[in-house]
């Protein structure tokens, strides 16, 4: 819907509603890492109805994924420049750009936060590979976030990207850092997986700089 409404079971709401007229009946759409797969049935200019191929439990302020579809949407939203600017006046060291496609994505946030504040690019869609090298020169740090950059790509291609963007980031002598699911089973248990385990041993050694973790800290029982 694109009126403000109370998310219930059965409805959800958008924060950028000018995606709704984007949407066309069979289109699929991807919550949480792609663990939840909804497809519209019926389309309209301000809300659609969709079926429930994969269901589950989610919680607000989950991404959404729409693939194969272009929504014009700004890549900084007025929130992220005011922010931007606060971050300059308050001496922050790193903010974290999501979504980057082009060089030009950076310079936009440099512009705002000036040059004290290094600019870490998060490599989370398809198209920033066309402009990597780009990215990888204009920006202080890149994060590769494998669980926004699985679902818009086939989960299998995201291992090998990973080395690549690890091996060039590396070679540009940029640090480079992985997020999403290096220790998600801590969400639940006091222990990693040995999976888990041997992924963030492999990073290291390709030559990642670092880890970034967000649920495991933010919601899980083992911080």
Do not use: W
């Not at 069979?26 to 949480?32: I, K, T, Y």
């Not at 019926?42 to 994924?65: D, M, N, W, Y």
């Not at 992220?80 to 994505?105: M, N, P, W």
Request: hydrophobic share 40%; net charge negative.
């Amino acid at each position: 819907q694109t009126e403000p409404l109370t998310c219930t079971n059965e409805i959800l709401c958008l924060n950028h509603p000018v995606v709704i007229p984007h949407l066309k009946k069979g289109q699929e759409l991807l919550l949480d890492d792609s663990t939840l797969v909804l497809r519209v049935v019926e389309e309209g200019p301000r809300s659609v109805r969709c079926e429930v191929i994969s269901g589950g439990k989610t919680t607000s302020k989950q991404g959404i994924f729409f693939p194969h579809t272009h929504i014009p949407l700004p890549n900084l939203t007025e929130l992220d420049k005011s922010v931007a600017r606060v971050a300059e006046q308050e001496g922050v060291d790193y903010l974290a750009i999501s979504f980057v496609k082009t060089g030009s994505d950076i310079d936009e946030l440099r512009q705002l936060c000036g040059n004290k504040v290094k600019i870490a690019a998060k490599i989370e869609c398809e198209e920033v590979f066309k402009n990597l090298g780009a990215v990888i020169e204009k920006s202080d740090a890149l994060i590769i976030d494998r669980g926004d950059l699985g679902s818009e790509l086939p989960v299998e291609k995201v291992p090998l990207l990973q080395k690549i963007v690890i091996q060039k980031a590396s070679a540009a002598g940029k640090p480079v850092f992985l997020a999403s699911h290096v220790l998600s089973k801590m969400c639940d248990k006091a222990k990693p997986t040995r999976a888990e385990v041997n992924d963030v041993m492999h990073a290291l050694i390709d030559g990642a700089s670092g880890f970034v973790l967000a649920e495991e800290t933010a919601v899980g029982k083992y911080p």
